[in-house]
């Protein structure tokens, strides 16, 4: 079953998530007493952000249905908006390649068959600067933070001493030493998916340690947030819990290779509220086998908000890979993300194609 919601804008939008709403209260209110909060009506709150500010409520409904919510609540004097808690999904597009080889988006010298130099000049850039002192949050299905190479590369909360079962440093999440899981809410973001884990290595797999790949920024640190789950699917609350979590904790930047639903005010502001703390956040441009994000918008990455950078994908001759989204106005620019070797969960090593490995080719630092 699904439904379409019509939002600001005439956009029309299909949720997966049919049975819970996100709520955003209004300046000063901090929560929301409904008649119906007892059940009467069958609207269960069942979540919140951590911090209050945002005034971001998750509510269930049992008993009626999301437009009917969103009818009956959208005008609301407590209330600032209310939008459908949508499914967002990785942003791999095709299968694993063996047959190319190399990372010749760092350096192509035409070792699969493509253009001498149609890459990202690492080798240059790495005489300039590696990352050192930058930290990047991986919002994705979480890392493996045990890979040979990265298991040096890893984020570690200062303020946190691991397993004591306390929140030491006051943050709101028990244990969070490499990050945290809001997809099983807990605080281990291991990666049972392998997309994540493919992102981080990409990102900043170790160099020079006589293993592996090495990472487009060898020197940063990686804080692994998952929001997404090992089957690769997520909510849109989670997500925005997982950019609180990186603007709480003081990442750089974030990488976002992911994508889904329409146009969530809730994801936005959390998505601006990390930019006004100085946060870059670098989003896939989506697979849909060359849309126009000008024409037919994707998100996260179609957010019009100065802090987001939209990636599309090339390939090993410079040209728009054929599964890439494109945008002349919507989309910042291309990155190398057909047949892209990174780390897999287990020590592994594996290729992938699609924005989300164009994404973390993509580094401010």
């Known amino acids: ?87 967002l999904t990785v942003e791999d597009a095709i299968p694993d390649d063996p047959s190319f080889g190399g990372l010749w988006g760092l350096h192509n010298t035409g070792q699969t068959g493509g253009t001498v130099d149609a890459d990202i000049d690492a080798p240059e850039a790495w005489d300039i600067a590696q990352g050192e002192g930058v930290v990047i949050g991986v919002i994705d299905t979480g890392v493996d933070y045990t890979h040979p190479d990265l ?16 929140d ?35 990102i900043a797999a170790t160099q020079n340690n006589s293993i592996g790949i090495s990472g487009v920024a060898p020197q940063a640190k990686i804080m692994a947030i998952k929001f997404l789950s090992d089957g690769g ?30 146009y969530s005010q809730a994801l936005y502001d959390a998505i601006a509220a990390a930019g006004e703390a100085g946060q870059l956040f670098i989003a ?13 918008p994707h998100y996260p990455s179609n957010y019009d908000l100065d802090n987001v950078i939209s990636v599309a994908a090339t390939d090993h001759n410079d040209q728009l890979a054929y599964f890439s989204n494109y945008g002349p106005t919507t989309v910042d620019l291309g990155a190398p993300g057909q047949s892209i070797l990174s780390t897999v969960p287990g020590g592994g090593y594996g290729y992938k194609s699609g924005t989300s490995m164009a994404a973390p080719h993509v580094l401010i630092l």
């Not at 984020?155 to 004591?164: C, K």
């Not at 969070?176 to 290595?201: E, K, L, R």
């Not at 709480?248 to 992911?258: D, E, H, R, V």
């Open 1 to 87: 079953m699904s439904i379409e919601t019509s939002l600001a804008g005439g956009d029309s939008i299909t949720p997966s998530l049919i049975n819970e709403v996100i709520v955003k209260l209004k300046s000063g209110i901090t929560t929301l007493n409904l008649p119906e909060a007892d059940g009467e009506l069958g609207i269960w709150r069942q979540d919140t952000t951590q911090s209050r500010e945002f005034g971001f409520e998750l509510w269930r409904l049992d008993g009626m249905t999301m437009e009917e919510a969103i009818a009956r609540y959208q005008d609301h004097p407590d209330i600032d908006y209310i939008q459908p808690n949508y499914t």
């Open 151 to 166: 298991v040096n590369q890893m984020w570690t909360n200062p303020g946190e001493i691991a397993n004591n079962g306390i």
């Open 168 to 202: 030491d440093d006051g943050n709101g999440y028990v244990d969070d030493v490499y990050g945290y899981d809001f997809a099983y809410n807990d605080a281990d973001p291991f990666d049972g998916h392998s997309h994540g884990t493919h992102v981080a290595g990409t």
């Open 233 to 262: 699917s997520g909510s849109t609350f989670n997500a925005i819990k997982a950019v609180e979590y990186a603007t709480l904790m003081g990442a750089n930047l974030t990488n976002n290779s992911w994508g889904g639903g329409g």
């Open 284 to 296: 896939a441009a989506g697979n849909d086998y060359g849309q126009n994000n000008d024409i037919s």
